[in-house]
């Protein structure tokens, strides 16, 4: 009988099995949320990591940019940004509701590990192309308003999410959020200020803008192939969007950030692998190392392989090959409560002398989603390497 790990073993039981396996059923939101990390934004693509590769895309190196001239440090904590205004130019405009991941840079690429305990302001402008509180630069006096800004500080997944409106625009910028990321230490002194921008794809926003209250305006004057400051970067972090069950935009953006401090809390993740057997009939036992934020909390660990680029993942009871597991979802090797150190047997009891090249990985999360967002997940060995 074939080997589990075997390249060609796609029988049709095993296919049933994987297309039937209530494991893999996804609701619709988190299909949408999981497609937003498919390869569309490719600058910062892990290439050493098949199964982040294979999986999520990683984040985008975020460069640094003018804070511009409208930037006013409101200091409000809330996370709906429409809040607290009765302008026509906002409360029309489409809604938007944005979820920005934070992630450590090393310099080259993103990290593995979140940014925890980052404060990130957004401002923007309005339908009508208008911010808040300013006046002069070309705009109208709004001093004393503060429709459209805030700030939330990213949770321990590195993660903040917003309830706003699609951008509108004002003349020689395309549609853009600013974006500020600061960190203070316990005297309240900042130790880490970062300003970026956030662009959209163009088509959408003449999608947006061709509609009520934005078409109000007549043709904007600038795009994102002629904006000075979307052009000026290396690379320009474009917000992904999926269509809101609720109405109007899901807009997802991940973010590496160079120099952030450290958060040694998320960084406890780690998996430890020994053989106990003999080469070409190991017995592999991990023990997987829970981040303590996440010590007592319901939650799944998984185990996969990957051969000859097939993947294949452990339910607890034996291997199932799976196609696109980004798309279908992947079943848990174990579900329950995870403690300070779960100690697993990952194969056993086969002749590995005729597989080939296997690579296994060992990563958890409180689901599939929450592991691929957090990034949890390691290569822990190799097989005929």
Same mark, same amino acid.
């Given at each position: 009988?074939?080997?589990?790990?075997?390249?060609?073993?796609?029988?049709?039981?095993?296919? *049933?099995?994987?297309?039937?396996?209530?494991?893999? $059923?996804?609701?619709?939101?988190?299909?949408?949320?999981?497609?937003?990390?498919?390869?569309? &934004?490719?600058?910062?693509?892990?290439?050493?990591?098949?199964?982040?590769?294979?999986?999520? +895309?990683?984040?985008?190196?975020?460069?640094?940019?003018?804070?511009?001239?409208?930037? @006013? #440090?409101? *200091?409000?904590?809330?996370?709906?940004? /429409?809040?607290? /205004?009765? $302008?026509?130019? @906002?409360?029309?405009?489409?809604?938007?509701?944005?979820?920005?991941?934070?992630?450590? #840079?090393?310099?080259?690429?993103?990290?593995?590990?979140?940014?925890?305990?980052?404060? &990130?302001?957004?401002?923007?402008?309005?339908?009508?192309?208008?911010?808040?509180?300013?006046?002069?630069?070309?705009?109208?006096?709004?001093?004393?308003?503060?429709?459209?800004?805030?700030?939330?500080?990213?949770?321990?997944?590195?993660?903040?999410?917003?309830?706003?409106?699609?951008?509108?625009?004002?003349?020689?910028?395309?549609?853009?959020?600013?974006?500020?990321?600061?960190?203070?230490?316990?005297?309240?002194?900042?130790?880490?200020?970062?300003?970026?921008?956030?662009?959209?794809?163009?088509?959408?926003?003449?999608?947006?803008?061709?509609?009520?209250?934005?078409?109000?305006?007549?043709?904007? =004057?600038?795009?994102? =192939?002629?904006?000075?400051?979307?052009?000026?970067?290396?690379?320009?972090?474009?917000?992904?969007?999926?269509?809101?069950?609720?109405?109007?935009?899901?807009?997802? &953006?991940?973010?590496?950030?160079?120099?952030?401090?450290?958060?040694?809390?998320?960084?406890?993740?780690? @998996?430890?692998?020994?053989?106990?057997? /003999?080469?070409?009939?190991? /017995?592999?036992?991990?023990?997987?190392?829970?981040?303590?934020? #996440?010590?007592?909390? &319901?939650?799944?660990?998984? @185990?996969?392989?990957?051969?000859?680029?097939?993947?294949?993942?452990?339910?607890?009871?034996?291997?199932?090959?799976?196609? =696109?597991?980004? *798309?279908?979802?992947?079943?848990?090797?174990? $579900?329950?409560?995870?403690?300070?150190?779960?100690?697993?047997?990952?194969?056993?009891?086969?002749? +590995?002398?005729?597989?080939? *090249?296997?690579?296994?990985?060992?990563?958890?999360?409180?689901?599939?989603?929450?592991?691929?967002?957090?990034?949890?997940?390691?290569?822990?060995?190799?097989?005929?390497?």
């Amino acid at each position: 009988m074939p080997s589990p790990f075997q390249p060609d073993d796609t029988t049709p039981d095993m296919q *049933k099995q994987v297309s039937n396996d209530s494991t893999f $059923r996804h609701t619709r939101r988190s299909h949408l949320k999981t497609l937003a990390l498919l390869p569309l &934004v490719s600058s910062g693509l892990l290439a050493t990591d098949k199964f982040a590769n294979a999986l999520i +895309t990683s984040c985008s190196l975020a460069p640094s940019m003018t804070e511009g001239p409208f930037w @006013v #440090d409101e *200091k409000l904590n809330r996370a709906d940004l /429409t809040a607290g /205004t009765t $302008r026509a130019s @906002v409360l029309t405009g489409v809604p938007l509701a944005l979820e920005i991941s934070l992630y450590d #840079d090393d310099g080259q690429q993103c990290s593995f590990d979140p940014a925890a305990n980052v404060q &990130v302001d957004l401002w923007h402008c309005d339908a009508a192309g208008a911010y808040s509180d300013v006046s002069g630069n070309g705009q109208a006096n709004t001093i004393g308003q503060d429709f459209l800004r805030g700030y939330q500080v990213s949770n321990a997944a590195g993660r903040t999410t917003f309830t706003t409106i699609y951008p509108g625009w004002y003349s020689g910028r395309t549609a853009h959020i600013h974006l500020r990321a600061r960190v203070y230490n316990a005297a309240g002194n900042t130790t880490y200020n970062f300003t970026t921008q956030l662009f959209f794809d163009d088509a959408v926003s003449d999608v947006v803008y061709a509609n009520a209250p934005y078409n109000t305006r007549g043709t904007r =004057n600038t795009r994102n =192939n002629n904006d000075g400051i979307y052009r000026g970067a290396a690379s320009s972090p474009l917000v992904m969007l999926s269509y809101a069950d609720s109405g109007g935009y899901f807009g997802e &953006v991940v973010l590496g950030l160079a120099g952030v401090p450290l958060s040694p809390q998320i960084r406890t993740f780690s @998996v430890t692998t020994r053989n106990i057997g /003999t080469t070409t009939l190991p /017995t592999l036992i991990s023990d997987v190392v829970i981040a303590s934020s #996440d010590t007592g909390s &319901v939650g799944e660990i998984y @185990v996969a392989a990957e051969v000859g680029g097939r993947w294949y993942f452990n339910n607890g009871s034996g291997w199932l090959l799976i196609a =696109n597991p980004s *798309k279908n979802g992947f079943p848990a090797f174990f $579900r329950g409560t995870l403690g300070t150190t779960h100690t697993i047997t990952l194969l056993a009891g086969i002749d +590995t002398s005729v597989l080939g *090249k296997a690579n296994l990985y060992v990563g958890y999360g409180l689901d599939n989603l929450n592991m691929l967002l957090n990034q949890r997940y390691q290569l822990v060995h190799v097989l005929n390497g």
